[in-house]
């Protein structure tokens, strides 16, 4: 479907929607510029309906979900937004601070949801065989993406010793230089993506390593240089984007990955536990 059908639909479509129906389409076409940026329970505020009905309204428009209804809405815009005009177009004034924790949680649940219905079993499984095969693997994620990859190489290099997150954008060149088809970049890429990921992700890809990309939609300029894609929904009502999804296929990675070198992990964390205790890192 392309971004233009997405207003054609609703108008052939117009007269078989039920009211509630139509207070979603009469909002969306009103508010054209703001509406492909609102999470599903803000729409569903703004325009008078459940959220459910949102939902539900996004199949009725044939697309897979809200998340590919609201990312054709975004493309028919043909223009990037920056941080600041998204804050002012989901914030109202009368939105109360105290109701940030309840709305965004509820956000988040609603993104695991997206991001499992979405998730592609044999990719992931593939993905966890790239990792276990590796000879090296470096991870590529900038500005507020760099959390997520820390967490992957902490754990990573932990039990496989052969991980490492290239922090300093300038020297990426120097750490890619000698990589092979028996290496793995991971990059982590979510709406706004960096240039500086963009680009080390295909030199990878020309360089002829393996490459795992993980990233918020198939429209991110990533995705073409993906071996293997896995998707996380990361948008909740504010000009950052949520972590919690990419976060846990992430943790579901190293899981997959300890698991499946089970033998060699267990004997790799009873050596650390040595170690720890004689450099004394817990409190008891």
């Known amino acids: 479907m392309l971004e233009s059908d997405v207003y054609n639909r609703i ?17 969306l076409i009103n508010h054209s510029e703001t ?3 609102l999470t599903a329970s803000k729409l569903a505020k703004n325009a008078g ?4 009905t949102v939902i539900r309204f996004a199949v009725f428009l044939d697309f897979n979900g809200y998340p590919d209804m609201q990312r054709h809405l975004q493309e028919a815009l043909q223009r990037k937004w920056t941080s600041a005009e998204v804050f002012a177009h ?15 949680l509820a ?20 993905a966890v065989n790239d990792i276990i095969k590796a000879k090296r693997i470096y991870i590529i994620a900038y500005r507020s993406a760099v959390s997520i990859g820390s967490f992957l190489e902490f754990y990573l290099d932990l039990v496989l010793q052969n991980t490492e997150l290239l922090r300093e954008a300038d020297g990426v060149s120097e750490h890619l230089l000698d990589i092979t088809s028996d290496d793995l970049v991971i990059g982590f890429g979510f709406s706004r993506y960096t240039k500086r990921t963009v680009e080390v992700m295909k030199y990878a890809k020309q360089r002829g390593a393996k490459t795992l990309v993980l990233t918020d939609h198939l429209m991110s300029p990533l995705v073409p240089y993906g071996d293997r894609k896995l998707l996380a929904a990361t948008e909740i009502n504010s000009f950052i ?3 919690s999804a990419p ?7 190293i899981t997959a990955v300890t698991r499946s070198e089970h033998k060699k992990v267990e004997a790799r964390l009873q050596e650390l536990e040595g170690l720890w205790e004689t450099f004394d890192v817990f409190h008891d």
């Open 90 to 104: 989901t914030t109202d004034e009368e939105d109360q601070p105290e109701n940030a924790v309840t709305e965004i």
């Open 49 to 52: 309906v459940g959220e459910a």
């Open 107 to 126: 956000d988040d649940m609603q993104n695991l949801k997206e991001t499992l219905q979405q998730m592609d079993s044999k990719v992931f499984e593939a």
């Open 11 to 27: 108008m052939e479509l117009q007269d078989q929607m039920s009211k509630s129906q139509k207070k979603i389409a009469n909002y």
């Open 35 to 37: 509406a492909p940026f």
């Open 241 to 243: 984007d949520s972590f």
């Open 247 to 253: 976060l846990s296929i992430v943790s579901a990675l």
